[in-house]
């Protein structure tokens, strides 16, 4: 069965309450009828409740842009899956690089004194898995540093990264579960991986899915690119037969250019 493409936008920490309610109220009449592309926003966590009456009852469903693995507590500053399940949310990015500390500065003198956020590859997992305990969906993020790809390392890294952070799922989580290939020197760079490549590091994460839960969850299991998509290059992109979606950044700001990705997806 093909896989259904799925575009997602990361707004990261961009948009007030009312200007994410009018880019929401935007999109949604732009991609109103949509029905063979599966469409999410990711606004920050003070957005969400009032983004998701916004999209209630469309096409385009709402995610978080991260979580934690408890459900309430003393946990200073967290969200957990259920209080973003409650905010209308039926996804949740987990692992993006720019909660993992794999981004910008960490690579400069503050390396291992400024390390972001400090996800690793455990908690990411830790991250899916409750999520989906919780009823959430993840997109779990992964992607090489340019130092990393420099030193041709990338397959090496991608493959620690999806070993560790795809362990542990039932087959019917892995099959529902979406991957985003993002390389980190690609992500709010204007710098696009070229669409062969990532199409390539694509395959590599389908057949380390295949080594861990079987060819049906491999030719299930979708896999999105992220990294200065835009609506230029969005179309050749999603050509590819192993990229099945974008997860977006600055092009999902707005709303026309979000909406010719997720056009140029069908
Ligand atoms: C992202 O936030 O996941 C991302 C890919 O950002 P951008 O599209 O801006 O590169």
Known sequence: MPRKPFIAGNWKMNKTIAEGVA??????????G???VDIAVCPTFVALAKVGEVIEHSNIMLGGQNTFWKESGAWTSQISP???ADAGCSWVIVGHSETRGRFGTVDDE???VLSYFGDNDTTV???AKYAFASGLLPIIACGELLSEREAGKTDEIIAAQMNVCLDGFTKEQAMKMVIAYEPVWAIGTGQV???????RVCGLIRG??????????????????????????????LSKPNIDG???GGAALKADAFATIIKSAK
């Open 125 to 127: 997992n830790m991250k």
């Open 208 to 237: 380390i899915v295949k080594e861990m839960y079987g060819e049906d969850v491999a030719e299930a299991v979708r896999i999105q690119y992220g990294g200065s998509v835009n609506d230029k290059n969005a179309a050749e992109l």
């Open 246 to 248: 974008a997860l977006v």
């Open 82 to 84: 259920q209080m973003l």
């Open 193 to 199: 991986c070229d669409s062969d490549e990532a199409d």
């Open 34 to 36: 949509i029905d063979d």
């Open 23 to 32: 880019l929401a109220n935007e999109l949604k009449g732009l991609v109103a």
């Open 110 to 112: 503050l390396e291992g």
